[in-house]
T-cell receptor, first 114, second 110 residues
Framework: DVKVTQSSRYLVKRTGEKVFLECVQD?????MFWYRQDPGLGLRLIYFSYDVKMKEKGDIPEGYSVSREKKERFSLILESASTNQTSMYLC?????????????FGPGTRLTVL | GNSVTQMEGPVTLSEEAFLTINCTYTATGYPSLFWYVQYPGEGLQLLLKATKADDKGSNKGFEATYRKETTSFHLEKGSVQVSDSAVYFCALRGTYKYIFGTGTRLKVLA
Protein backbone atom coordinates (compact mmCIF):
# COMPACT_ATOMS: atom_id res chain seq x y z
CA ASP A 1 0.00 0.00 0.00
CA VAL A 2 1.46 3.35 -1.03
CA LYS A 3 2.22 5.70 1.77
CA VAL A 4 2.90 9.32 2.50
CA THR A 5 3.63 9.89 6.18
CA GLN A 6 4.00 13.08 8.14
CA SER A 7 6.00 13.33 11.34
CA SER A 8 3.23 14.68 13.57
CA ARG A 9 -0.56 14.77 13.49
CA TYR A 10 -0.77 17.63 15.98
CA LEU A 11 1.82 20.22 16.93
CA VAL A 12 1.71 23.20 19.27
CA LYS A 13 4.48 25.80 19.07
CA ARG A 14 5.16 29.27 20.41
CA THR A 15 5.55 32.43 18.35
CA GLY A 16 9.12 32.83 17.16
CA GLU A 17 10.03 29.15 17.39
CA LYS A 18 11.62 27.35 14.46
CA VAL A 19 9.34 24.56 13.29
CA PHE A 20 10.13 21.52 11.15
CA LEU A 21 7.44 19.48 9.44
CA GLU A 22 8.68 16.26 7.91
CA CYS A 23 7.17 14.24 5.10
CA VAL A 24 8.28 10.86 3.76
CA GLN A 25 6.95 8.92 0.76
CA ASP A 26 7.72 5.34 -0.20
CA UNK A 27 6.62 5.44 -3.83
CA UNK A 28 9.87 6.71 -5.39
CA UNK A 29 8.00 9.79 -6.63
CA UNK A 30 9.94 12.65 -8.13
CA UNK A 31 7.46 15.38 -7.16
CA MET A 32 6.63 16.41 -3.63
CA PHE A 33 4.40 19.23 -2.42
CA TRP A 34 3.50 21.17 0.70
CA TYR A 35 0.05 22.75 1.06
CA ARG A 36 -1.75 24.53 3.80
CA GLN A 37 -5.47 24.09 4.20
CA ASP A 38 -7.66 26.76 5.75
CA PRO A 39 -11.46 26.96 5.98
CA GLY A 40 -12.96 28.66 2.95
CA LEU A 41 -9.62 28.85 1.16
CA GLY A 42 -9.13 25.23 0.17
CA LEU A 43 -5.60 24.01 -0.47
CA ARG A 44 -2.90 26.55 -1.18
CA LEU A 45 0.48 25.47 -2.50
CA ILE A 46 3.44 26.62 -0.41
CA TYR A 47 6.38 24.93 -2.16
CA PHE A 48 6.99 21.97 -4.39
CA SER A 49 10.03 19.98 -5.44
CA TYR A 50 10.50 18.03 -8.67
CA ASP A 51 13.85 16.47 -7.77
CA VAL A 52 16.36 16.15 -4.98
CA LYS A 53 17.72 19.57 -3.97
CA MET A 54 15.30 21.29 -6.37
CA LYS A 55 12.48 23.47 -5.16
CA GLU A 56 9.96 25.89 -6.59
CA LYS A 57 7.83 28.47 -4.85
CA GLY A 58 4.14 27.93 -4.85
CA ASP A 59 1.44 30.49 -4.32
CA ILE A 60 2.18 31.41 -0.69
CA PRO A 61 5.88 30.80 0.08
CA GLU A 62 6.39 33.77 2.39
CA GLY A 63 7.49 32.75 5.87
CA TYR A 64 8.38 29.22 4.79
CA SER A 65 11.35 27.35 3.40
CA VAL A 66 11.86 23.74 2.34
CA SER A 67 14.56 21.14 2.13
CA ARG A 68 14.86 18.03 -0.03
CA GLU A 69 18.13 16.22 0.58
CA LYS A 70 16.79 12.76 -0.25
CA LYS A 71 14.22 11.74 -2.81
CA GLU A 72 11.81 10.29 -0.28
CA ARG A 73 11.87 13.17 2.22
CA PHE A 74 10.57 16.73 1.92
CA SER A 75 10.72 19.07 4.90
CA LEU A 76 8.83 22.30 5.49
CA ILE A 77 10.48 24.84 7.76
CA LEU A 78 8.93 27.77 9.53
CA GLU A 79 11.95 29.89 10.44
CA SER A 80 10.06 31.96 13.02
CA ALA A 81 6.54 30.75 13.59
CA SER A 82 3.74 33.28 13.76
CA THR A 83 0.10 32.94 14.81
CA ASN A 84 -1.09 33.39 11.21
CA GLN A 85 0.69 30.15 10.36
CA THR A 86 -1.74 28.19 12.49
CA SER A 87 -3.23 25.81 9.94
CA MET A 88 -3.49 22.26 8.63
CA TYR A 89 -0.40 21.33 6.60
CA LEU A 90 -0.66 18.62 3.97
CA CYS A 91 2.19 16.92 2.18
CA UNK A 92 1.70 15.15 -1.15
CA UNK A 93 3.72 13.36 -3.80
CA UNK A 94 3.26 12.40 -7.44
CA UNK A 95 5.08 10.96 -10.41
CA UNK A 96 6.80 13.57 -12.49
CA UNK A 97 5.77 13.26 -16.07
CA UNK A 98 2.55 11.30 -16.41
CA UNK A 99 -0.14 13.95 -16.64
CA UNK A 100 -2.93 11.64 -15.65
CA UNK A 101 -1.32 10.54 -12.41
CA UNK A 102 -2.84 11.73 -9.16
CA UNK A 103 -1.23 13.09 -6.05
CA UNK A 104 -1.01 11.00 -2.90
CA PHE A 105 -1.52 12.83 0.36
CA GLY A 106 -0.32 12.36 3.89
CA PRO A 107 -2.73 12.55 6.85
CA GLY A 108 -1.85 16.18 7.62
CA THR A 109 -0.29 18.04 10.53
CA ARG A 110 -2.49 20.43 12.46
CA LEU A 111 -0.15 23.17 13.67
CA THR A 112 -1.17 25.65 16.35
CA VAL A 113 1.09 28.63 17.00
CA LEU A 114 0.43 30.36 20.32
CA GLY B 1 -4.02 30.78 -15.76
CA ASN B 2 -5.55 27.54 -14.65
CA SER B 3 -8.35 27.64 -12.10
CA VAL B 4 -11.08 25.49 -10.59
CA THR B 5 -14.42 26.70 -9.28
CA GLN B 6 -16.73 24.46 -7.29
CA MET B 7 -20.00 25.09 -5.58
CA GLU B 8 -19.89 26.37 -2.06
CA GLY B 9 -21.21 24.26 0.72
CA PRO B 10 -22.23 22.99 3.00
CA VAL B 11 -24.56 20.61 1.23
CA THR B 12 -26.95 18.78 3.53
CA LEU B 13 -28.89 15.79 2.21
CA SER B 14 -30.96 12.97 3.60
CA GLU B 15 -29.72 9.42 3.18
CA GLU B 16 -30.52 7.97 -0.27
CA ALA B 17 -30.87 11.41 -1.86
CA PHE B 18 -29.24 12.29 -5.19
CA LEU B 19 -26.02 14.28 -5.01
CA THR B 20 -24.54 16.77 -7.47
CA ILE B 21 -21.51 18.92 -6.69
CA ASN B 22 -20.69 21.30 -9.50
CA CYS B 23 -17.14 21.92 -10.71
CA THR B 24 -15.98 24.05 -13.62
CA TYR B 25 -12.45 24.75 -14.72
CA THR B 26 -10.34 27.13 -16.77
CA ALA B 27 -7.23 25.70 -18.36
CA THR B 28 -4.99 25.79 -21.38
CA GLY B 29 -4.96 22.50 -23.17
CA TYR B 30 -6.70 19.43 -21.81
CA PRO B 31 -5.60 18.72 -18.27
CA SER B 32 -6.47 15.64 -16.28
CA LEU B 33 -9.31 16.23 -13.82
CA PHE B 34 -9.75 14.74 -10.37
CA TRP B 35 -12.15 14.51 -7.47
CA TYR B 36 -10.61 14.03 -4.04
CA VAL B 37 -12.42 13.31 -0.78
CA GLN B 38 -11.31 14.26 2.72
CA TYR B 39 -12.91 12.47 5.65
CA PRO B 40 -12.78 14.12 9.08
CA GLY B 41 -9.29 14.24 10.52
CA GLU B 42 -7.63 12.76 7.45
CA GLY B 43 -5.69 13.82 4.38
CA LEU B 44 -7.14 13.85 0.88
CA GLN B 45 -7.62 10.66 -1.06
CA LEU B 46 -8.40 10.23 -4.71
CA LEU B 47 -12.05 9.47 -5.43
CA LEU B 48 -12.00 9.39 -9.23
CA LYS B 49 -10.31 10.91 -12.24
CA ALA B 50 -10.69 11.51 -15.99
CA THR B 51 -7.85 12.16 -18.38
CA LYS B 52 -9.55 13.30 -21.60
CA ALA B 53 -12.76 14.77 -22.93
CA ASP B 54 -15.88 12.59 -22.54
CA ASP B 55 -14.11 10.25 -20.14
CA LYS B 56 -16.23 9.18 -17.19
CA GLY B 57 -14.52 8.52 -13.89
CA SER B 58 -16.31 6.38 -11.35
CA ASN B 59 -15.70 4.90 -7.91
CA LYS B 60 -17.80 3.88 -4.89
CA GLY B 61 -21.01 4.88 -6.71
CA PHE B 62 -19.70 8.36 -7.56
CA GLU B 63 -19.37 9.48 -11.18
CA ALA B 64 -18.06 12.51 -13.05
CA THR B 65 -17.78 13.15 -16.79
CA TYR B 66 -15.10 15.35 -18.38
CA ARG B 67 -17.10 17.85 -20.46
CA LYS B 68 -14.86 19.91 -22.69
CA GLU B 69 -17.69 21.95 -24.23
CA THR B 70 -18.89 23.21 -20.85
CA THR B 71 -15.47 22.94 -19.10
CA SER B 72 -17.14 21.02 -16.30
CA PHE B 73 -16.53 17.93 -14.18
CA HIS B 74 -19.58 17.65 -11.93
CA LEU B 75 -19.62 14.97 -9.25
CA GLU B 76 -22.78 12.84 -8.92
CA LYS B 77 -24.05 9.98 -6.82
CA GLY B 78 -27.45 8.41 -7.10
CA SER B 79 -28.00 7.53 -3.45
CA VAL B 80 -25.80 9.00 -0.72
CA GLN B 81 -25.05 7.36 2.60
CA VAL B 82 -24.17 8.81 5.99
CA SER B 83 -20.64 7.50 5.45
CA ASP B 84 -20.27 9.85 2.43
CA SER B 85 -20.18 12.84 4.76
CA ALA B 86 -16.86 14.52 3.96
CA VAL B 87 -15.30 17.43 2.09
CA TYR B 88 -14.97 16.99 -1.67
CA PHE B 89 -12.33 18.76 -3.77
CA CYS B 90 -12.26 19.14 -7.52
CA ALA B 91 -8.78 19.50 -9.02
CA LEU B 92 -6.86 19.66 -12.27
CA ARG B 93 -3.24 18.93 -13.03
CA GLY B 94 -0.98 21.40 -14.79
CA THR B 95 2.62 20.65 -15.79
CA TYR B 96 3.79 20.04 -12.23
CA LYS B 97 1.21 21.71 -10.10
CA TYR B 98 -2.30 20.69 -9.17
CA ILE B 99 -5.01 23.32 -8.86
CA PHE B 100 -7.71 22.64 -6.28
CA GLY B 101 -11.14 24.09 -5.76
CA THR B 102 -12.04 25.40 -2.32
CA GLY B 103 -13.87 22.23 -1.34
CA THR B 104 -17.52 21.40 -0.73
CA ARG B 105 -18.60 19.97 2.60
CA LEU B 106 -21.29 17.29 2.35
CA LYS B 107 -23.35 16.26 5.35
CA VAL B 108 -25.68 13.29 4.99
CA LEU B 109 -28.37 12.83 7.62
CA ALA B 110 -29.81 9.44 8.58
Amino acid sequence: DVKVTQSSRYLVKRTGEKVFLECVQDMDHENMFWYRQDPGLGLRLIYFSYDVKMKEKGDIPEGYSVSREKKERFSLILESASTNQTSMYLCASSERLAGEREQFFGPGTRLTVL
Amino acid sequence: GNSVTQMEGPVTLSEEAFLTINCTYTATGYPSLFWYVQYPGEGLQLLLKATKADDKGSNKGFEATYRKETTSFHLEKGSVQVSDSAVYFCALRGTYKYIFGTGTRLKVLA
